[in-house]
């Protein structure tokens, strides 16, 4: 099982470890996210942002610093889906939308339907965190 810490607003944590930060994930996103990475023995931030107060600059600046966003689009509030473009346009986020009509596709082509990216990339640093 991974050493999984998580870290909401205000808090920030710098270190070496493989950072994901998770915009307003569905309970259904979190639940499959937690499953897959207790599978592994690496070391993992969580940074979490589903805040009833916008944070805005924590989470810009924490988007900058982590390995992988994952961005639930259609679980956004209306303050952060002002910058939901800002956020898929960043190498670095993967995006879940059901939401047809925006064309996200154009700003990236990181849309997902299932976490077999985020499972690939853990597998891979796991070996790497065995050796």
């Known amino acids: 099982m991974s050493d999984i810490t998580i870290i909401t607003p205000p808090?920030?944590?710098n270190?070496?470890?493989?950072?994901?930060?998770?915009v307003f994930p569905s309970t259904v996103l979190k639940n499959d996210i937690n499953r897959?990475?207790?599978k592994y023995t690496i070391p993992i931030n969580i940074?979490?942002?589903?805040?009833?107060?916008?944070?805005?600059?924590?989470l810009l600046t924490q988007s900058k610093k982590v390995d992988y966003t994952i961005l639930d689009i259609d679980n956004c509030d209306l303050t952060t889906r002002t910058f939901v473009s800002h956020l898929v346009a960043q190498s670095n986020t993967?995006?879940?939308?059901?939401?047809?009509?925006t064309p996200y596709n154009i700003?990236?082509?990181n849309k997902f339907y299932d976490l077999s990216w985020l499972e690939n990339i853990l597998i891979n640093n796991d070996r790497g965190h065995n050796e």
């Open 36 to 38: 897959i990475v207790s």
């Open 94 to 101: 993967f995006y879940l939308t059901k939401d047809n009509v």
């Open 107 to 109: 700003i990236s082509k």
């Open 47 to 58: 940074f979490l942002y589903e805040t009833q107060e916008p944070d805005l600059k924590w």
């Open 11 to 13: 808090d920030i944590l």
């Open 15 to 22: 270190n070496d470890v493989l950072g994901l930060l998770l």
